[in-house]
């Protein structure tokens, strides 16, 4: 079967005013909803001057509700620093997981813009 791509999270801005903000995405089929064999994903987030934290998180049930998720902790890609440095690019991250559904999660978000973030599977 061939991969899907998907956009999963798009252009979300902060303030700019240093609160402290925290988004969930909405939920988007894994490799598990379709009982693909090999389970293997990728991310991509595209980020400007973004400082934060961004975990794929994923959930194993067929209607999850908030204590379902769990984060996909290989692919934590982008955390707050000591320095606050400002992350700006792509970044690309793999997991492997048979998980019915995915997710994004931003923790600890004081700013920048999350231009978009990828799935494909």
Same mark, same amino acid.
């Given at each position: 079967?061939?991969? /899907?791509?998907?956009?999963?999270?798009?252009?979300?801005? !902060?303030? @700019?005013?240093? /609160?402290?903000?925290?988004?969930?995405?909405? +939920?988007?089929?894994?490799?598990?909803?379709?009982?693909?064999?090999?389970?293997? !994903?990728?991310?991509?987030? &595209?980020?400007? @001057?973004?400082?934060?934290?961004?975990?794929?998180?994923?959930?194993?049930? #067929?209607?999850?509700?908030?204590? #379902?998720?769990? &984060?996909?902790? /290989?692919?934590?890609?982008?955390?707050?620093?000591?320095?606050?440095?400002? &992350? /700006?690019?792509?970044?690309?991250?793999?997991?492997? @997981?048979?998980?019915?559904?995915?997710?994004? +999660?931003?923790?600890?978000?004081?700013?920048?813009?999350?231009?978009?973030?990828?799935?494909? !599977?």
């Amino acid at each position: 079967m061939a991969s /899907t791509s998907e956009i999963i999270l798009s252009n979300q801005t !902060h303030p @700019g005013d240093s /609160t402290v903000s925290t988004v969930s995405g909405s +939920k988007f089929k894994g490799d598990g909803y379709y009982s693909r064999s090999d389970g293997f !994903h990728t991310v991509q987030y &595209n980020v400007t @001057g973004f400082i934060g934290t961004i975990d794929a998180q994923a959930s194993l049930a #067929d209607a999850p509700v908030e204590a #379902d998720w769990f &984060n996909i902790t /290989t692919s934590q890609m982008i955390s707050v620093d000591d320095s606050s440095t400002y &992350n /700006t690019g792509s970044f690309i991250y793999n997991f492997t @997981g048979n998980y019915v559904w995915v997710r994004i +999660k931003i923790t600890n978000w004081t700013d920048g813009t999350i231009n978009s973030i990828l799935l494909n !599977h």
